[in-house]
């Protein structure tokens, strides 16, 4: 089997979808690219299923909230178990229209994963078999992981955060 | 939906299904999570699996909290092997500040972390002995997880949320009582462990209750991205100890147990087989240990790391780091990490962003229970509700890994 490396997947990447992967970055060895919604379960499925890449175990997807940019990045985390590389796949999508398509096509695993997502970022994931709150109560009608809703109860006069340096 | 109502309904008076409610408090689910199956006699036919009773938004709270005061979040994640959780948590901070540690700080952790996988592991297996009907083995070796607290609070004061260790190394060092502890234990454990297989391994009655019992394919475990002991089982050798070696593991000589078939006696072969080798990684550590210089117990980074409570008594230097770490006057570097450590049930991820602050900016835990437990509902199809009831045990699902 050849040898599969950061920078052999960056290449292969970029002959195969050009542009439409960018960002490429290493933070602390960990491979980190940047796509779009519309070609995410591409990427994905490129990442899986082809032989120099070959990333067939998904660990994890979440999100992250910009409201400066108002964005929501949704996180994907894959892994190469066989040559112990992993690689880190973000599509930042407008927080007003959280939608992307499900990885559920791809893995089985990302079901509860993306519900979770759901659940605390409100992202809906177009196709998704069952997309429904999984942590918190089905009558909240807030997804409590975005940004503009704070830990507690702004109006509390006694615990205010400047006093404790947060 | 309502969370009041049964997921399904007996309008049908044709039906001949029965609704049953498993759980949130059902001794047989040892935690609060909740299946409503449809069962077939004894068979069943579907379930529905409702998470996140315990639910406490640790991840919404580590954004308002500074690195040092996560720790006692993350112990309450999978709160049977808290010393685990808390060292992932030291070591993705010490990644995200290059913080490199002593050696002997590295032995230590892999000592504690290690006693903390033999009582998850004695909390697993025994139960799926208990749910069989064997009570005694229960019995025989739980007492050696109570042995293992007393080392904890020997460590650190504590013993189920053990808060140990700091963002550098330990609050302290270990003292002598505690290395005679974990020298009983070493002593001590082997003779019950070989006793209790001997009980079990090949009792007749316990293989008949779980071998060829919830066998899951290597790809099927793949598929639902399955990790840990459960991974393991099914034949895959993915073990993040020596997949992406941390804290000086890839020093040790150690093997990686796997199974064949993936059913609950291979789940139970490979968690004592994983007993057996943390013992013999604590044996090494000891030895390791012994040629370190003695009494370093923590990196020299003073902008991270409390200073001794006597020295801000009486050194100037100390008082103004201890001043400006709890007033939050130091700022880690705007970066994204991602690492992992093998919990107890698998790879337990944390993926940190931080904006430059002295609190995450995002912070999201990949918890292995979680992962793992999306399958059991499909599992249970078909399958009968007592197996299912020790397929659960099997699984390890602990609730507070479950809902974060």
Redesign the interface.
């Known amino acids: 089997m050849a040898d599969i490396n950061n920078s052999s997947v960056i290449q292969l990447l970029a002959e195969r979808f050009g542009a439409k992967v960018s960002g490429v970055n290493e933070?602390?060895g960990?491979l980190?690219v940047e796509t779009t919604k519309d070609v995410i379960v591409e990427v994905l499925r490129f990442l899986k299923e082809t032989e120099g890449a070959n990333f067939?175990?998904?660990?994890?997807i979440?999100a992250?909230?910009y409201p400066d940019t108002k964005h929501i990045a949704v996180?994907y985390?894959l892994h190469n178990?066989v040559n112990?590389i992993?690689i880190?796949v973000k599509v930042f999508i407008h927080e007003q229209t959280p939608v992307i398509p499900t990885a559920t096509v791809l893995?089985?695993?990302?079901?509860?994963?993306e519900r979770?997502t759901y659940d605390?970022f409100g992202v809906k994931f177009e196709g998704h078999p069952d997309l429904?709150?999984?942590?918190?109560?089905?009558e909240l009608n807030v997804h409590?992981?975005l940004k503009q809703y704070p830990?507690e109860d702004p109006n509390r006069v006694d615990k205010k955060?400047e006093y404790?340096?947060? | 939906m309502n969370h009041n109502q049964p997921v399904y309904t007996d309008n049908d008076p044709q039906s001949e299904l029965v609704t049953l409610n498993l759980g949130p408090t059902h001794p047989a689910t040892h935690g609060v999570f909740q299946n409503v199956l449809q069962l077939d006699g004894e068979r069943i036919v579907s379930g529905v699996s409702t998470i996140g009773y315990i639910h406490r938004a640790f991840e919404k709270i580590a954004e308002h909290r500074p690195f040092y005061q996560i720790t006692p979040l993350t112990d309450r994640l999978n709160y049977c092997s808290s010393p685990i959780n808390n060292m992932g948590w030291h070591m993705t901070v010490e990644k995200l500040l290059n913080i490199t540690v002593p050696k002997r700080v590295d032995y230590l952790r892999i000592i504690v972390m290690e006693l903390a996988r033999i009582s998850d592991h004695i909390i697993c297996n025994t139960i799926i002995a208990q749910d069989t009907g064997a009570t005694t083995t229960f019995l025989y070796l739980f007492q050696f997880r109570e042995h293992i607290y007393e080392i904890y609070e020997e460590i650190c004061g504590a013993r189920l949320t053990t808060n140990i260790g700091r963002i550098g190394g330990f609050e302290r060092d270990f003292n002598d009582i505690a290395f005679a502890k974990i020298n009983k234990f070493l002593k001590e454990f082997p003779v019950a462990l070989r006793e209790f297989e001997s009980l079990l391994n090949r009792n007749r009655i316990f293989i008949d209750r779980t071998a060829g019992v919830a066998c899951v394919t290597p790809e099927q475990a793949l598929d639902y991205s399955w990790s840990g002991p459960l991974l393991r089982a099914t034949g895959v050798d993915y073990d993040v100890r020596v997949s992406e070696p941390y804290c000086s593991y890839d020093e040790f000589d150690f093997e990686v147990p796997v199974g064949t078939s993936g059913d609950i006696y291979d789940r139970y072969l490979v968690r004592n087989e994983e007993m057996w080798q943390s013992v013999s990684l604590i044996e090494q550590a000891l030895e390791k240990i012994k040629h370190e210089p003695a009494g370093v117990f923590h990196a020299d980074v003073p902008d991270f790391y409390l200073p001794a409570k006597e020295e801000v008594y009486n050194n100037m230097e100390a008082l103004i780091y201890h001043f400006k770490i709890v007033m939050g006057e130091i700022d880690a570097p705007k970066a994204e990490v991602y690492h992992a450590v093998e919990g107890g049930n698998g790879e337990l991820g944390f993926y940190l962003i931080n904006d430059g602050g002295r609190t995450p900016y995002r912070l999201h835990f990949r918890r292995p229970s979680f992962i793992n437990y999306s399958m059991y509902a499909k599992m249970s199809e078909g399958m009968l509700l007592s197996d299912a009831i020790i397929n659960m045990s099997s699984m390890n699902i602990i609730a507070g890994e479950l809902d974060a």
């Open positions: 933070p602390y960990l980190t067939a175990f998904l660990t994890d979440t992250v909230h996180v985390h178990m112990k992993r880190r893995w089985n695993g990302a079901n509860w994963m979770e605390f429904r709150r999984i942590l918190n109560m089905d409590p992981m830990l955060d404790f340096g947060r």
